[in-house]
């Protein structure tokens, strides 16, 4: 993170916050599934296979749709001379297919229109033809953020450790965010998003016009 300017980790931080709401939406609408949490979904396969529940196939179902978000997005960033903001308008239309979907009730395609655009979105920064950041999974921000303490208990200099305990924090918010919504205002639960990454794309342009 600390290799990025101000502009780019706030983007990050708002893509993860973003992914935070989407995820805990999909998560009350799904009945206990992830739609960015493919580590978790991976677990509920698990433990449903073992129990032989029909009900394992959901989340295969959804890792495949994560999955195919992920090709999709890595695919347009590489061939896009804009990646960042190729790679937030690609999600969109997921997005905005799963809101149109919830308000009709089709909530089995708006749990899996959330589950494509949160895996296409991962690839909003690329480094050398890798995802350089997780946006919408945070196990590598926390294990960084503990190096980083380590690092500062031995006596070494940790550049960066906070600003991954920050990209944390970000999804934290946007999953209380997102949660509330969904129980307090479900019919904007899907919109929500619509206009949050909107707004991403608007920003990002800026900033991909401003390093040009």
């Known amino acids: 993170m600390h290799r990025y300017d101000l502009p780019r980790r706030a983007l990050a931080y708002g893509i993860a916050g973003l992914a935070g709401f989407v995820d805990a939406a999909g998560f009350l609408a799904a009945g206990g599934y992830f739609v960015s949490f493919m580590s978790g979904n991976t677990t509920r396969f698990g433990v449903e296979a073992a129990t032989r529940s029909p009900a394992a196939l959901v989340p295969i179902l959804l890792i495949v749709c994560f999955v195919s978000g992920v090709a999709a997005g890595a695919v ?103 949660a509330w919504v969904t129980i307090a205002l479900p019919a904007l639960a899907a919109w929500i998003p619509l206009a949050w990454v909107a707004g991403l794309c608007l920003a990002t342009s800026r900033i991909e016009r401003a390093r040009t």
């Open 76 to 178: 347009v960033a590489e061939r896009s001379g804009t990646p960042k903001r190729s790679v937030l308008m690609l999600s969109t239309i997921p997005i905005a297919a799963g809101a149109v979907s919830h308000a009709l009730g089709l909530i089995a395609l708006f749990v899996g229109a959330s589950a494509l655009s949160m895996g296409a979105i991962n690839n909003a920064f690329r480094r050398e033809g890798e995802v350089a950041i997780g946006v919408t999974y945070m196990t590598g921000a926390l294990v960084r953020f503990g190096e980083g303490l380590a690092a500062r208990l031995m006596g070494r200099p940790a550049p960066g450790a906070l600003w991954h305990l920050v990209l944390w924090a970000s999804l934290a918010a946007g999953a209380v965010l997102g």
